[in-house]
C-alpha cells in the first residue's frame, strides 16, 4: 500500500475521497484579507489550463463558484458538494476519474457609490474585465487528481500566483493613446475612474495643422490597442495551417495581417477621405464595457463618453467637433452601443451603422419576450419541458441554451458579477436594487421573469419601443441616419429582434425614416452588410466599408457654411 501511494505522488496524482476542496492563499502573497469570487476549476485535460476552459461552447469544462469576504491569508476555504457549478451543478455528480484542478479567486473591492450604496465589485485593471487574466487575482498551478465518491479526505490548493500589471500600449506615428479622468464617473463611482481610447490619426495630420477632421467612433469590446491597421507586410514566417474552428478555414492569422496592412495601404492612399477614428475604452466593474449609455447602476456613461471624452478627443486631435460630423459604427455589443448613442443623443451623431446589435427589441430578447413570457429559460407548456435555445449554428443546431449561459454566470458570479453577457444586460438596463446591486430580471436559477423591472427596462432602453413611442420628437432627428444589419441565421437571434425593429422603421411616416435595414442570408454573427465576401473578411473591413455613405451623408446634410474641404487633401 505504501509503494502504490509512493507511486502516485511521484506522477502528481491525488486521490481525492470527499470532493471537497480547501483553498487558501499565503501572507506572502497578500497580508490583507480579501472578499471576492471564489472560483475553483475542473477539467478533464490540460491543453490549457482550466481558468481558459469556461465557456458556452460544448468543449467546456467545468466551474465552481462561492461568494467569500473577509477571506484571511493562511485561512482554508472549503468547496463541497453545496458550491454551484456549471455545467455540472454539485460535485457529487462528477463522474469519477482523472481530472486537472486550479483554484482562482477574482477579487472585489468596495466602491462607495454616489446613490449611498456599497457594493463590493471587481474593478478592471485596464485588462477588459476578464475574471481568468485580471492583474491582481489570485490562482494556483493546475495539479491533477483523481476524484473517487468514497472516503473522506479532501486536498488543499494553494493560490500562490498573482497575475502581473498589463503592459500598455505605445504610441505611433499613426495611432495615439489617451486616458482622461471622466468627473461625472468619479462622482458616481465616488473613486478617480478614467475613460481611455486609441485614436487612429488619418495621413498628413501633421502636415496639415489647418485642416480639422470629421470623427469615426467604432464601438464594441475593450480594445487592448486599435485593432486592424498594420504598416508592414504580413510576417514572412507565419503559419497557414492555423485553423480557425469559428470560421473553419486555415491560415487566418495570415488573412487577419493582411487585412491590417490592406486598411494602412487603403487609409494612406490619395484619394481616401481623412478622418479620425478612435476605439473607447470604457471597461466598468460589471463587463469589458459600459454599453455608452447611462443607467442606475453603472452611472453616466452615455454623458461621460458623448459629453467629456469625445470632445476632449476633437479638441486635442483636431476634430470638426460638431454632430454632423461624427458617426457611430460597430458589431454585437457595438451594434447596439451605435444605434443607442445615435437615438439617446440624436443632435450629437450624424448616422450609425448598427450591425448583429445585441436585442434592440426586448420582445426578442435572444429567444425570449420578457413582456409576455413568465420563465426565461423554458418555453410555456402544461405538460412538456422544452428549454429555450441560447447558441446556435447557420444550420440552427444548438449548442447551449439560455439556462445554461445564465447557470455558467452564475457560477461564476453572483448580484450580476459574472463579468458576461445576460448580467451586463442587468447591469445596464436595470433598476438599482435596495442592496445597491442591479435588479435581476430573472431569477438567475430558476429564470422566473420579474415583470416590473422588465417595464422598467421597456420605457428605459427598449430601442425599438422609445423609437415608436417618440418618433414625433426623434423622427425628424434621425431620418437618414438609423442602418442596421444581421445575417438571418445569427448565433444567438439577434436578427428577430431586428426584424421586429425594421417591422416599425419601414412603416414610419413623417418622416419616413429613410435609412437601411439588411440581412445576410445563412450569415452567422456576426454580419454587417457585406453581400460579396464571408464574415472572416467583412468583420475586418469596418473601418473602410461604411465610408461611402458617410461621405455621401455628410455631403448631404452638412450645415451651410460647414468645413467639407480642409480635411479633404
Known amino acids: 500500500m505504501k509503494k502504490y501511494l509512493l507511486i502516485l505522488s511521484l506522477i502528481f496524482i491525488q486521490t481525492v475521497f470527499a470532493i471537497q476542496f480547501k483553498i487558501s492563499f499565503p501572507k506572502s502573497l ?47 476555504i472549503v468547496f ?69 465518491h468514497s472516503g473522506k479526505e479532501a486536498i488543499s490548493i494553494l493560490m500562490d500566483i498573482k497575475i502581473p500589471e498589463i503592459v500598455e500600449p505605445k504610441d505611433s506615428k499613426f495611432i495615439k493613446h489617451i486616458k482622461m479622468q471622466s468627473k461625472l464617473l468619479t462622482e458616481f463611482w465616488g473613486r478617480p475612474t478614467f475613460l481611455g481610447a486609441h485614436i ?41 495551417t492555423d485553423y480557425s474552428d469559428r470560421f473553419k478555414i486555415y491560415g487566418y492569422n495570415k488573412i487577419v495581417q493582411e487585412e491590417a496592412y490592406n486598411f494602412y495601404k487603403t487609409w494612406t492612399s490619395k484619394n481616401f477621405p481623412r478622418f479620425i477614428i478612435i476605439e473607447i475604452q470604457h ?48 458589431g454585437s455589443t457595438g451594434g447596439w452601443e451605435a444605434l443607442a448613442a445615435q437615438v439617446f443623443y440624436p443632435d450629437e451623431y450624424n448616422g450609425c451603422f448598427a450591425a448583429c446589435p445585441d436585442p434592440i427589441d426586448f420582445r426578442s430578447y435572444t429567444t425570449v ?50 463579468g458576461d453577457q445576460f448580467d451586463i444586460w442587468e447591469a445596464t438596463y436595470s433598476p438599482q436594487a435596495s442592496d445597491g446591486y442591479p435588479k435581476p430580471i430573472w431569477n438567475k436559477y430558476t429564470g422566473e421573469i420579474d415583470s416590473t423591472v422588465a417595464e422598467y427596462w421597456k420605457e428605459n432602453y427598449d430601442l425599438r419601443y422609445i423609437l415608436e413611442r417618440d418618433w414625433e420628437k426623434l423622427g425628424p432627428k434621425l431620418k437618414g441616419k438609423i442602418h442596421i444589419y444581421c445575417g438571418d441565421m445569427d448565433n444567438y ?34 454580419w454587417n452588410g457585406d453581400h460579396e465576401n464571408p464574415n472572416y473578411i467583412s468583420r475586418l473591413r469596418y473601418n473602410t466599408m461604411y465610408v461611402p455613405k458617410i461621405i455621401k451623408r455628410i455631403e448631404e446634410s452638412a450645415p451651410k457654411g460647414a468645413d467639407l474641404k480642409s480635411w479633404r487633401y
Open 283 to 330: 471597461a466598468t466593474p460589471y463587463y469589458d464595457d459600459s454599453y455608452a449609455v447611462n443607467s442606475a447602476s453603472q452611472g453616466p456613461y452615455g454623458d461621460a463618453i458623448t459629453y467629456e471624452l469625445i470632445p476632449y478627443i476633437e479638441k486635442k486631435f483636431r476634430g470638426i467637433g460638431e454632430g454632423w460630423s461624427r458617426f457611430l459604427y460597430g
Open 493 to 526: 437571434y439577434l436578427n428577430n429582434a431586428v426584424y421586429l425593429t425594421e417591422d416599425f422603421l419601414k412603416n414610419t411616416k413623417d418622416p419616413f425614416y429613410d435609412g437601411e435595414v439588411d440581412y445576410g442570408d445563412r450569415a452567422e454573427h456576426c
Open 369 to 418: 419576450d420578457i413582456y409576455k413570457n413568465k420563465n426565461a429559460y423554458e418555453y410555456e407548456s402544461q405538460f412538456k419541458k422544452l428549454d429555450r435555445p441560447g447558441h446556435r449554428n447557420y444550420l440552427g443546431q444548438i449548442s447551449a441554451t439560455v439556462k445554461q449561459m445564465n447557470h455558467r454566470e452564475l457560477a461564476l458570479g453572483t448580484k450580476s458579477r459574472s
Open 30 to 76: 497578500e497580508s490583507k484579507s480579501q472578499d471576492g469570487r471564489l472560483l475553483l476549476l475542473v477539467a478533464t485535460n490540460d491543453k490549457s489550463e482550466p481558468r481558459f476552459q469556461i465557456s458556452d461552447a460544448l468543449t467546456t469544462q467545468i466551474v465552481f463558484g462561492m461568494d467569500v469576504e473577509n477571506f484571511k491569508a493562511g485561512e482554508e
Open 80 to 148: 463541497d458538494e453545496n458550491a454551484f457549478g456549471y455545467p455540472i451543478e454539485s460535485f457529487k455528480n462528477i463522474p469519477e476519474g482523472e481530472y486537472f484542478v486550479q483554484a482562482l479567486i477574482n477579487r472585489y473591492e468596495t466602491f462607495n457609490l454616489k446613490t449611498g450604496h456599497k457594493v463590493k465589485l471587481p474593478p478592471d485593471k485596464w485588462e477588459g474585465q476578464h475574471w481568468n487574466t485580471k492583474p491582481g487575482n489570485f490562482y494556483s498551478k493546475p495539479q491533477k487528481i483523481k476524484i473517487s
Open 200 to 240: 487612429l490619426l488619418p495621413d498628413g495630420f501633421e502636415n496639415h495643422p489647418e485642416a480639422k477632421y470629421p470623427l469615426m467612433i467604432f464601438h464594441g469590446h475593450f480594445p487592448s490597442d486599435f485593432g486592424g491597421f498594420r504598416e508592414t507586410p504580413p510576417d514572412s514566417n507565419i503559419s497557414t
